[in-house]
């Protein structure tokens, strides 16, 4: 079957500082993998499609300066937040497809930050 | 029901009750996903309907969709404590390939 792995699972950060999170692809050929922000009580905010050979595209409010994605080829993709502050807090998850009729989104089980 | 900038719903049901969950996107789309999360997990997609079906149904599932209304809904027959989750649902909007989600119902079934 079709699944995602997503680490770390959780990481504290000092304000300031940066976090690294990376998905790995199993099962299926990630052609698209899509990073959401998940904070308290809210729902998911897409930060930035990424497909492979298109160029990233970032929803408003989110920046590649601030957020910068990598997605080398149909199995990985790696999401950094560059100087993380309290706003930063939250749960990113990765879900790719390799559907793009349906959009169908395989999850990783996400990585939550927390911001010192 | 559960949309844009609505607070995230909450219901709480006893076991074996049945529960029906309403969704309404505002962007046309061809394909509504529902899906689950529990705590402490990424989201899991249950069912995915589609604008050729009004009714689709897996397991204790049953989702429909309305595209005139722009509405869905998912019933969960026979709830078990195993369901207590956050559903949301989500839609590709056309001629886009990203997902958006809806803001979720939280159900907590009680054994």
């Known amino acids: 079957g079709a699944l995602v792995y997503q680490y770390p699972r959780r990481t504290i950060c000092k304000s300031g500082t940066s976090m690294r999170m990376e998905c790995q692809a199993v099962g299926f050929q990630a052609t698209s993998v899509a990073w959401y922000r998940q904070s308290p009580q809210k729902t998911f905010e897409l930060i930035a499609l990424s497909t492979v050979n298109s160029a990233i595209k970032y929803e408003q409010n989110f920046t590649q300066e601030k957020f910068p994605i990598s997605h080398p080829n149909l199995s990985f993709s790696s999401m950094t937040v560059l100087n993380a502050y309290l706003e930063d807090r939250g749960l990113y998850l990765c879900?790719?497809?390799?559907?793009?009729?349906?959009?169908?989104?395989?999850f990783g089980e996400g990585s939550k930050l927390t911001v010192l | 029901s559960q949309w844009g900038e609505e607070n995230l719903q909450a219901l709480s049901i006893q076991e074996g009750e049945d529960v029906t969950m309403n969704c309404s996107y505002k962007?046309?789309?061809?394909?509504v996903q529902w899906y689950r999360q529990k705590s402490g997990k990424g989201p899991a997609q249950l069912i995915l309907?589609?604008?050729?079906?009004r009714e689709k149904r897996s397991g204790r599932l049953r989702a429909t969709l309305d595209t005139s209304s722009q509405s869905s809904s998912l019933s969960i027959t026979g709830t078990l404590a195993t369901d207590t989750a956050v559903y949301f649902c989500a839609t590709p909007p056309s001629n886009t390939n990203k997902v958006v989600f809806g803001t979720g119902t939280r159900l907590q079934v009680l054994p």
């Open positions: 962007t046309y789309t061809t394909v």
């Open positions: 309907i589609r604008s050729n079906e």
């Open positions: 879900g790719a497809t390799g559907d793009a009729n349906t959009g169908q989104l395989y």
